[in-house]
């Protein structure tokens, strides 16, 4: 079973543009949450995504948002670009909405901000 | 103050010890608790899931999850160059919908 594909995975932006990221999620997953891993920050949750729905999110300023299509497939965008917005973004699907125990991740989108 | 905190390290051992890796927390609604394993350039990789207090064991892994002293532990056994990557904790609960509170990681080194 193929695993969590995201793309691209190395993004160069400078300040003030926008950016989508896309994840595909493992067959037959209907939940993609995504996180923000920085090295100050850590990991961080910034939205969860299940049946086409914004089930939760984090604490993120409105520049983040993001939407999930009817085959489960996300994308993430981040407007106004920010130096500090320079991160991997990270996605993880599961079977179903707040299913930790079967969450897989993708490899990530390193994301940098000139 | 995060409500996750995690030592960074990097912590180096040789191989074949015992690594003892440690998470303490502040929020007392949490109720599942993880480990993942990251190596440099790929996702995290789940290895530990706990729901409550108590100890898990699955190969030369061993989680311990303390909720009276908000305090969770994972054991490595025979230490192996292989398992050398940043160990993450997570942890979860209700209240914040079921979304995943880490650690910021500790990098292990396991020298031949």
């Known amino acids: 079973k193929a695993g969590v594909t995201q793309t691209p995975r190395y993004l160069i932006k400078t300040r003030g543009q926008q950016v989508t990221l896309s994840c595909s999620p493992i067959s037959g997953h209907r939940s993609v949450s995504w996180y923000q891993q920085t090295p100050g920050q850590g990991l961080q949750f910034l939205f969860e995504?299940?049946?086409?729905?914004?089930?939760n999110k984090g604490n993120f300023p409105g520049r983040f948002s993001g939407r999930q299509f009817s085959n489960s497939r996300s994308e993430m965008n981040v407007s106004t670009l920010e130096l500090g917005d320079s991160a991997l973004y990270l996605c993880?699907?599961?079977?179903?909405?707040?299913?930790?125990?079967?969450?897989?991740f993708g490899p990530g989108t390193r994301l940098t901000v000139l | 103050q995060k409500e996750v905190e995690q030592d960074p390290g990097p912590l180096s051992v040789p191989e074949g010890a015992i690594v003892s890796l440690n998470c303490t927390y502040s929020n007392s609604a949490f109720q599942y608790f993880m480990w993942y394993r990251q190596y440099s350039r790929k996702g995290p990789e789940l290895l530990m899931y706990?729901?409550?207090?108590g100890n898990k064991e699955d190969g030369r892994f061993t989680a311990q999850v303390d909720k009276s002293s908000k305090y969770i532990s994972l054991f490595i056994r025979d230490s192996q160059p292989s398992d050398s990557a940043t160990y993450l904790c997570a942890m979860t609960g209700p209240d914040s919908g079921y979304a995943l509170n880490f650690g910021k990681g500790t990098s292990l080194l396991v020298t031949p």
């Open positions: 995504y299940f049946s086409e729905t914004q089930r």
């Open positions: 706990t729901y409550s207090s």
């Open positions: 993880a699907s599961s079977p179903g909405a707040g299913r930790t125990d079967t969450q897989y």
